[in-house]
């Protein structure tokens, strides 16, 4: 069934039934996605999997986007960020009020610093993890507590992406080796942090605006984490280049080290391993895995 038509049909069964077209729009990796136009109310924001493409640990898993809309009233009502409004959340469809794009101004990014700051130092919490497991593109997110951050990255967050055919396929024995040797060092190569509400995929593409110009942020996939993995998708995923003055910004609110620039190709490991799980094409992910195990292949 030709995209367009699944989507127009999901809807209807989700009691939508005023669509007069639905408009295909890229940017998302992992579904589906359109702008319906309807009849007799504003357009909305549509997304599912493919009728061909089940998720792949759990076939009849109905949480992936109740569990997506959670995790944007947490970021909206613990955090204060702006998300869209949730109109369908089920098992096979999310329909949400439609965001603006983000106006291509440092004042912009500059205020999204602001509110990100604030994101990460008023939702501090004792422990990392989330009450439940949730999903990074097509791929559920392990979430179980752990009182150790260095413990919860390690396994939930980098070594529990080995298992996956096309890490398995695309790492040898020594590069696995040498993340195995990394997450054992994690304490002497990561300052002690604590654990706050985190997006957890946060690249610029989930960055957009409301209608009064304030950054709202879609397609989450949260939990309890370290900040700096939030800042780390950005700094590494080229955000636009008038973002140039967010991290300064984010940094000084926030009171980051000197040093957290360096820190960040080891943070963001886990989004290079999740890339390289579920895709074909990596964009790179696979080498650039590669270049920042290098310091740990061959060492005891």
């Keep these: 069934m030709p995209a367009t038509a699944l989507l127009t049909d999901r809807l209807s069964r989700a009691g939508i039934h005023d669509v007069v077209t639905v ?11 359109a702008i319906a136009v309807r009849k007799n109310a504003p357009p909305v924001f549509v997304k599912a999997f493919p009728a061909t493409e089940a998720l792949p640990e759990a076939q009849h898993s109905a949480d992936a986007f109740v569990a997506e809309a959670e995790g944007l009233a947490a970021l909206r009502d613990l955090g204060g960020l702006p998300t869209p409004e949730v109109i369908v959340a089920n098992h096979e469809l999310l329909v949400l009020s439609l965001l603006h794009p983000r106006p291509p101004s440092e004042a912009f990014w500059e205020r999204f610093a602001h509110a990100l700051a604030r994101l990460h130092t008023s939702t501090v ?3 990392f993890g989330w009450h439940r497991d949730n999903w990074l593109g097509r791929r559920r997110q392990v979430n179980t507590w752990n ?3 260095f413990a919860f990255f390690a396994e939930h967050r980098l070594l529990r992406w080995l298992a996956e055919p096309r890490v398995e396929a695309a790492l040898d024995p020594a590069d696995r080796s040498a993340l195995e040797r990394l ?6 190569l990561l300052p002690q942090r604590p654990a706050c509400l985190t997006h957890g995929d946060l690249w610029a593409q989930n960055v957009l605006a409301t209608a009064d110009g304030r950054a709202a942020l879609i397609d989450p996939a949260v939990s309890y984490m370290w900040a700096e993995v939030d800042l780390a998708h950005l700094w590494i995923t080229v955000p636009p280049p008038e973002a140039r003055r967010f991290f300064d910004v984010y940094a000084d ?4 080290d000197r040093d957290w620039r360096t820190r960040m190709p080891i943070v963001q490991l ?5 890339v390289l799980a579920q895709f074909d094409d990596d964009w790179g992910a696979a080498e650039t895995i590669r270049a920042t195990l290098a310091p740990f292949r061959g060492r005891t």
Excluded: F, I, N, Y
Excluded at 23 to 33: I, N, Q, R, T, Y
Excluded at 253 to 256: A, I, K, M
């Design 183 to 188: 997450c054992a060092r994690l304490p002497d």
């Design 253 to 256: 609110l926030t009171g980051l």
């Design 270 to 274: 886990r989004q290079h391993l999740a």
């Design 147 to 149: 009182d150790d951050g």
């Design 23 to 33: 408009e295909p729009v890229s940017g998302g990796l992992a579904a589906l996605a």
């Design 125 to 127: 919490h004792p422990r």
